[in-house]
């Protein structure tokens, strides 16, 4: 599907222009592609210019005939140059020598067999054939710090010994929100509680901003509490626009990476086995005692080993923390739009005509139902470009702006609602695709 090609594209350069300093395996993992994709695109993208639309368009580069097949004569000849050469050349003959060498066999030359000219096809063959050595595995270095308190990581720990409610949840009953900056290995807060949802967590990290005040980066994975859907992938959520409202880079995990959460994952095992093991809390409030008292513990008493740390306690490695900006007094509730520019977003055109991005549909027309459009965001026109087959068709405004500034509370509770929605549609969707229990046959006597 070209629309879901041409999407991924236009990811991969919001990717480089947020983070030009991701290796090309942190842009595979964030954009779903190969490695020869990920490379081919990053050399185009980097080339064109910044609002170039028309380089996000691929053109098919597939074969348009079949591949001749090497006889199984000409691999075992490249094998035995791959083990003689080295007597003649007084090196390990590579595909470029081999290929030279072949081309002047007389007995294949006269039984006019296929010989490949293609050194990677040479390669295959070598390696097919134990002929290539496989590099070792290189040693992982330490990551590079940021500056104290501009970068947080933050994450749910569920307080496994509290029982389940017999009359409510049955799981996940106590759960802690950890919030941990990654500069100083500091623990800047850690928030039990028994109703954590999409808007009870962007109140919580408001309350966290408004003690510490604001890092210029947070990092989650891809709860649907942060992230407002289970891939996370698509249209930002009310928490990742509360953040790009208030200047806080949003940075979302790939999928099956925690390396990515690595410091609030490693707190978690230490909290785990330091504190809860230890403690054994049967309720919240007990939750709230003994992680207030390991919080004080973990950043004043307890030797960290982090790098950073040198084996002493993070408030002690650190004295004097820098002061971060407080919370504005007033919002630009339309702020995230400038991050989002000419962002792409494919849709199926349902029945009556139109499609649905976050919680608002927006009517395309009728002659494209069943189709998939792109839509482009613009954020100097506040509007979605409707592009079909690469050629815009329609501009539809995009729904729920503000268009004024607001008091930073009447803005919170404006995203509180948002994530609640988003919540209650997230709940809707995976009660949706429950499997539903056949019915039970009742005896016919």
């Known amino acids: 599907m070209d629309e879901q090609w041409q999407v991924d594209r236009a990811r991969l350069r919001l990717l480089l222009g947020q983070h030009a300093c991701w290796t090309t395996g942190q842009l595979m993992e964030a954009t779903g592609r190969s490695r020869g994709w990920v490379k081919k695109w990053k050399k185009r993208l980097k080339a064109a210019e910044a609002d170039d639309l028309a380089v996000l368009h691929g053109h098919s580069r597939a074969r348009h005939t079949p591949c001749r097949q090497v006889p199984a004569v000409v691999e075992g000849r490249v094998v035995k140059l791959r083990d003689e050469l080295p007597e003649t050349l007084g090196r390990v003959a590579g595909p470029l020598a081999i290929r ?22 040479l390669w295959q063959i070598l390696d097919r054939y134990g002929r290539i050595a496989r590099p070792e595995r290189s040693e992982r270095q330490p990551v590079e710090r940021p500056e104290p308190m501009t970068h947080w990581q933050v994450d749910f720990k569920d307080v496994s010994s509290v029982p389940a409610d017999p009359e409510g949840k049955q799981a996940h009953t106590v759960e ?31 309350a966290v901003f408004l003690i510490n005040g604001l890092p210029d980066e947070v990092t989650c994975d891809r709860d649907p509490r942060f992230v ?43 909290y785990e086995e330091e504190c809860l093991r230890r403690y054994r809390p049967h309720d919240l409030e007990q939750t709230r005692a ?11 008493e307890r030797p960290n080993q982090a790098l950073t740390c040198g084996n002493r306690p993070p408030h002690q490695a650190f004295p004097a923390l820098p002061q971060r900006p407080r919370l504005p007094d007033w919002v630009d509730p339309d702020r995230w739009l400038e991050r989002l520019h000419n962002t792409l977003y494919t849709r199926r055109v349902n029945a009556n005509g139109s499609v649905q991005v976050d919680k608002h549909r927006y009517y395309i027309g ?75 046959q009742q005896p016919l006597f």
């Open 176 to 206: 802690v929100l950890d919030v941990v900056d990654v500069g100083t290995s500091i623990l800047v807060e850690a928030s039990p509680g028994q109703d954590y949802h999409a808007q009870t967590t962007l109140y919580s990290m408001a």
């Open 366 to 440: 009728r002659h494209l139902r069943g189709r998939y459009v792109v839509l482009r965001l613009d954020a100097a026109d506040r509007q979605f470009v409707v592009e079909v087959n690469a050629q815009p068709v329609k501009a539809v405004p995009i729904k729920g702006l503000q268009g004024q500034l607001m008091p930073f509370q009447s803005y919170l509770d404006l995203m509180g609602q948002e994530a609640l929605a988003e919540w209650r549609q997230y709940l809707r969707h995976c009660k949706a695709r429950r499997p539903v229990a056949p019915p039970v």
């Open 290 to 300: 003994v992680t207030q008292q390991f919080k004080w513990f973990y950043n004043t």
């Open 100 to 121: 030279y060498y072949l081309y002047r066999q007389a007995d294949l030359l006269e039984e006019s067999l296929y010989l490949p000219r293609s050194t990677r096809t």
């Open 228 to 270: 407002g859907s289970a891939t996370g992938r698509d249209y930002p959520s009310a928490f990742v626009r509360f953040l790009a409202c208030l200047g806080v880079e949003a940075d979302v995990c790939p999928a099956r990476r925690p390396d990515l959460n690595a410091f609030v994952e490693r707190y978690h095992r230490t």
